[in-house]
């Protein structure tokens, strides 16, 4: 391989990182059980599985669906009971939608990455604004009257 072509992939590794890092930075602020590390790893891993898919020629789908199954089942791991009701759905789906950040720097998707990981962000802050919480709660109540 080219030294150009390392230099490449290198730029869309750190893209990758630097995505997943920020949302991990969002969920480790607010005291979620997975953080930066956890996120950025999923993203780098997601970023270098697709990378070597795409670089030795096979059928990139095939690594693509293996990435989006293998998370599955890490956030399938977060998920948990409690108390009459399930905790850990927000941290597996952004885990899950993050490998997607760096499945798309690997394909030089910078944009899509880009708003990917935006989109993830700020759906993540929207639910820490000053109000969030009781708008949220007043639609439930709404939904079910009791």
Same mark, same amino acid.
């Given at each position: 391989?080219?030294?150009?072509t390392? +230099?490449?992939?290198? #730029?869309r590794?750190m893209?990758a990182? /630097?995505i997943?890092g920020l949302?991990g930075w969002?969920?480790?602020?607010?005291? #979620?059980?997975a953080g @930066?590390?956890?996120y950025?790893a999923i993203? @780098?891993g997601?970023?270098a599985?697709?990378l070597? #898919?795409?670089?030795v020629?096979?059928d990139?789908?095939r690594?693509a669906a293996?990435v989006?199954?293998?998370?599955g089942?890490?956030?399938?791991?977060v @998920?948990?009971?409690?108390?009459?009701?399930v905790?850990?759905?927000t941290t597996?789906?952004? +885990? =899950?939608?993050t490998?997607?950040v760096?499945?798309a #720097?690997a394909?030089?998707?910078?944009?899509?990455?880009i708003v990917?990981?935006g +989109?993830?962000?700020?759906t /993540?802050? /929207?639910?820490?604004l000053?109000? =969030?919480?009781r /708008?949220s709660?007043?639609?439930?109540?709404?939904?079910?009257?009791e």
């Amino acid at each position: 391989m080219d030294i150009e072509t390392e +230099l490449i992939y290198a #730029s869309r590794m750190m893209v990758a990182a /630097l995505i997943g890092g920020l949302i991990g930075w969002e969920r480790e602020r607010h005291a #979620s059980d997975a953080g @930066i590390r956890t996120y950025m790893a999923i993203s @780098i891993g997601a970023c270098a599985f697709s990378l070597i #898919s795409a670089h030795v020629g096979n059928d990139p789908t095939r690594i693509a669906a293996q990435v989006v199954t293998g998370i599955g089942f890490i956030g399938a791991g977060v @998920i948990f009971q409690d108390k009459g009701g399930v905790a850990g759905l927000t941290t597996a789906a952004t +885990l =899950w939608a993050t490998a997607a950040v760096g499945m798309a #720097s690997a394909y030089g998707m910078y944009v899509l990455a880009i708003v990917t990981g935006g +989109l993830l962000f700020a759906t /993540l802050a /929207l639910h820490h604004l000053p109000g =969030w919480k009781r /708008l949220s709660q007043t639609n439930a109540n709404q939904d079910h009257p009791e």
